[in-house]
T-cell receptor
Framework: AQSVTQLGSHVSVSEGALVLLRCNYS??????LFWYVQYPNQGLQLLLK??????LVKGINGFEAEFKKSETSFHLTKPSAHMSDAAEYFC????????????FGAGTRLFVKA | DSGVTQTPKHLITATGQRVTLRCSPR?????VYWYQQSLDQGLQFLIQ???????AKGNILERFSAQQFPDLHSELNLSSLELGDSALYFC???????????FGPGTRLTVL
């Protein structure tokens, strides 16, 4: 069965520190991989995506992620955290099953300390 | 603003009732997705429509149904509501089949 696992429901970093949010997936078919961010009382916004091609993908707000097929991982990083990065982050896998079923991880809430 | 609109923003109703949530996708997007977000279940995929046809189904209860109309707007119908159906319901749309999804602001459903 396909699944998405985000390690750590809560991550706390200091402003200016490296942000690393972990995501592992299992899929029997080549997945499309996404990271979304959700600010309080808002819908989800796409940060970045991997479909094919270059395995290191850059997104908005300085975030990037690397697709590692051998490790079935798609970890999200940002070199220097900003207070405005505090939000909930979701890793997602979209599978082509004739339609497109999207499975989301449980989410990781990022706290940024001043 | 993602371009996806959802109405109503909030809905409060009683157990056993039926409600309809409405979603208008971004202009030109043919795919519509419905999700349920709750504290205990997280973000769960319910169903996908593409150009009026159901294309993928997730953890959607039999009490729930959806459809996509010729003008591409979609409705999610929830019936025989239970307390556990209280959640945020998101609609998303995409233009490229299987591509990134643009999420609406959600409808917060409270069942009392």
């Amino acid at each position: 069965a396909q699944s998405v696992t985000q390690l750590g429901s809560h991550v706390s970093v200091s402003e200016g520190a490296l942000v690393l949010l972990r995501c592992n997936y299992s899929s029997s078919v080549p997945p499309y991989l996404f990271w979304y961010v959700q600010y309080p009382n808002q819908g989800l916004q796409l940060l970045l995506k991997y479909t094919t091609g270059a395995t290191l993908v850059k997104g908005i707000n300085g975030f990037e992620a690397e697709f590692k097929k051998s490790e079935t991982s798609f970890h999200l990083t940002k070199p220097s955290a900003h207070m405005s990065d505090a939000a909930e982050y979701f890793c997602a896998v979209t599978l082509n099953t004739g339609g497109f079923k999207t499975i989301f991880g449980a989410g990781t809430r990022l706290f940024v300390k001043a | 603003d993602s371009g996806v609109t959802q109405t109503p923003k909030h809905l409060i109703t009683a157990t056993g009732q039926r409600v309809t949530l409405r979603c208008s996708p971004r202009s030109g997007d043919l795919s519509v997705y419905w999700y349920q977000q709750s504290l205990d279940q997280g973000l769960q995929f319910l169903i996908q429509y593409y150009n009026g046809e159901e294309r993928a189904k997730g953890n959607i209860l039999e009490r729930f149904s959806a459809q996509q109309f010729p003008d591409l707007h979609s409705e999610l119908n929830l019936s025989s509501l239970e307390l556990g159906d209280s959640a945020l319901y998101f609609c998303a749309s995409s233009g490229v089949f299987g591509g990134e999804q643009f999420f609406g602001p959600g409808t917060r459903l409270t069942v009392l």
